[in-house]
């Protein structure tokens, strides 16, 4: 059945509070679960489900899939994946969602809702995930593949420095009902743990928001309040605003100012 048809069977009025601008071009859903080469009997999480769409090309992999999803409305459609092993669903809020339960080294395949992207990337970020599919708007993305003296912002830092970050494609407004505002993209995330053994995530996340507090203020202004001794970063250039440096400027500054507490 297509994804208006299933709408209007259950008479269900999409949320815009939620995100819910469903995908409704199959070719899309397929690609973007190919693209995170999904093998059988891996685990997947997906966020926010909907009325299926990418769920069903994931079960179809053979992938053991656990989805959360907040709106309960959602139920009698999703139930139709029941009849499989491979699928679980938590009908929850993710940002409360347990990540222990889906162990290590697993992926995450998701249309997201917009609005919560960032709380979501963070979340992932802090798990023992090793790839994520995600779409994201399409401004949110391009500024998540930003080079230095491009607009970037903390996240920009933080998602560059502990994962390989590429464009997986541009999909239009077109393939959505109701269709949003904005194009988005779907990025592909995929973890450096060599990276995640050397630093802490957590760590680096807070210093570099303190980096970027103030994006056309000076790495000076920023670090001032935080940071006690100043005179340790005697040798970095504290005068450049935050979006001029490279994401290896940012380690060099933060493995000082760990060296300095
Ligand atoms: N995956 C479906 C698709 O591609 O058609 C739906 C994507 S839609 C952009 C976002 C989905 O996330 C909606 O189903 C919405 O109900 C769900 N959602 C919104 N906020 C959520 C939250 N905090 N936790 C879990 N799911 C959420």
């Known amino acids: 059945m297509k994804i208006a048809d299933y709408l209007r069977q259950y008479k269900l009025n999409l949320k815009k509070s ?7 071009n199959l070719e899309i859903a397929k690609k973007i679960v190919e693209s995170a080469n999904v093998q059988t009997g891996e685990t997947v999480l997906e966020i926010g489900p909907g009325a299926g769409t990418i ?12 989805a959360v999803e907040i709106d309960k409305r959602l139920t009698p459609i999703l139930d139709r994946f029941n009849e499989f092993e491979n699928f ?18 697993f992926k995450v395949v998701s249309n997201i809702p917009y609005s919560i992207t960032g709380m979501i990337i963070k979340k992932i970020l802090f798990s023992k995930f090793s790839t994520a599919v995600l779409m994201v708007q399409k401004e949110v993305g391009d500024r998540l593949l930003a ?15 502990f994962t390989d970050i590429e464009k997986v494609l541009h999909v239009s407004k077109g393939n959505f009902v109701p269709p949003p505002q904005v194009d988005s993209v ?40 935080f940071v006690k001794n100043l005179d340790c970063f005697s040798e970095f250039d504290l005068k450049l605003r935050p979006q001029q440096l490279s994401n290896d400027d940012f380690l060099k500054l933060f493995e000082k100012y760990k060296g300095c507490k």
């Not at 769920?55 to 656990?66: P, R, S, Y």
């Not at 080079?147 to 420095?161: A, Y």
């Not at 995640?196 to 202004?221: A, D």
Request: proline fraction near 1%; include cysteine; charge should be positive.
């Open 18 to 24: 939620l995100g819910q601008n469903f995908l409704t």
């Open 55 to 66: 769920t069903e090309f994931l079960i179809k992999k053979g992938a053991n899939v656990v």
């Open 88 to 105: 679980k669903i938590y009908y929850q809020d993710f940002l409360k969602f347990d990540m222990k339960l889906l162990g290590e080294n």
């Open 147 to 161: 080079k230095p003296g491009e607009d970037r912002s903390f996240l920009t830092v933080v998602v560059q420095t």
């Open 186 to 225: 779907v990025l592909k995330f995929t973890r450096k743990e060599n990276i995640y053994e050397k630093y802490n995530i957590e760590e680096f996340w807070t210093f570099v928001s303190k980096c970027f507090e103030k994006k056309r203020k000076t790495l000076l202004n920023n670090l001032k309040g």
